[in-house]
Nanobody, 124 residues
Framework: QVHMVESGGGLVQAGGSLRLSCAAS????????MGWFRQAPGMDREFVAA????????SYADSVKGRFTISRDNAKNTVYLQMNSLKPEDTAVYYC?????????????????WGQGTQVTVSS
């Protein structure tokens, strides 16, 4: 059974940083592209960042470009999201997921094995 666990969320002041982790069991992540998404209350789940299987290619939502960095350690079966210069509008539950359908990286429908999410709250 595949199990994804996000961690590293919390409460931080605007301008601060957090590092999210996504650890997997039951699935070898090196065979898949991975993505981070977020969902704020009353909003749709939105794409944040994606990384290729080997980690040599990344993509970001315009809203986080230059502030967030996605990375992976396939030896640890873990994906990370380094978030710097956080803003109140970054407040959301952050989820990692496995890209199980090729194509557009930003489409949530192309992803599966979602974790439970980790709450990120940025105060002004």
């Amino acid at each position: 059974q595949v199990h994804m666990v996000e961690s590293g969320g919390g409460l931080v002041q605007a301008g601060g940083s957090l590092r999210l982790s996504c650890a997997a069991s039951g699935l070898t992540l090196s065979g898949y592209g991975m993505g981070w998404f977020r969902q704020a209350p009353g909003m749709d789940r939105e794409f944040v960042a994606a990384i290729s299987r080997s980690g040599d290619r990344t993509s970001y939502a315009d809203s986080v470009k230059g502030r967030f960095t996605i990375s992976r350690d396939n030896a640890k079966n873990t994906v990370y999201l380094q978030m710097n210069s956080l803003k109140p509008e970054d407040t959301a539950v952050y989820y990692c997921a496995v890209q199980i359908i090729g194509g557009v990286e930003g489409r949530p429908d192309n992803y599966g094995f979602w974790g439970q999410g980790t709450q990120v709250t940025v105060s002004s």
